[in-house]
């Protein structure tokens, strides 16, 4: 659980700052998030980011993403391991962009109406993600470091 978490929150909090017009612009590409046929790619989650424009990487957003993962999701969330939630290493590779970002900006909302978040609540063990008060400008930090870890 803590995996889905982790990944969700990152990437709720890449997607909350991208979608608010004239603020900061997430440097992902349609290609980090790739089709499903079960559409949990498709999923924007509930909260601020609902239509995230992305952004070319960039290496400043990737430093300070690192920075506040290290601080706020590391307890949790290792990049290839299962921990209190999921791995996060290829969320963006699951997930869409705005679900990551709600996911960390808003996971006490998505935890309580997402079915995506409801199922990976449930494989990890029903362990609540906190409420970590991630703006979402760090929100978008952090979505551009998971981008730069993908494999």
Known sequence: MSKVFITLAILVIALTTAS????????VTASDTPG????????????PFQNVTLAPPDKDK??????????KCLLCH???????GPPLR??????SPEFILNMIVNPVEMQKSNATVKEL???????????????QQ??????????????
Do not use: H, W
């Open 121 to 135: 609540f449930k494989k990890y063990n029903n362990v609540p993600m906190p409420d970590q008060k991630i703006s």
């Open 20 to 27: 608010f017009s004239g603020g900061p612009q997430a440097s």
């Open 78 to 84: 290792e990049l290839d391991a299962n921990k209190v």
């Open 138 to 151: 760090d929100a978008l930090a952090i979505y551009e470091y998971l981008r730069s870890v993908v494999k």
């Open 90 to 95: 290829n969320a963006t590779k699951t997930y």
């Open 36 to 47: 499903d046929p079960q559409g949990v790619a498709a999923d924007k989650g509930t909260g």
């Open 62 to 71: 990737i430093k300070t993403g690192l920075s506040v993962f290290t601080n």
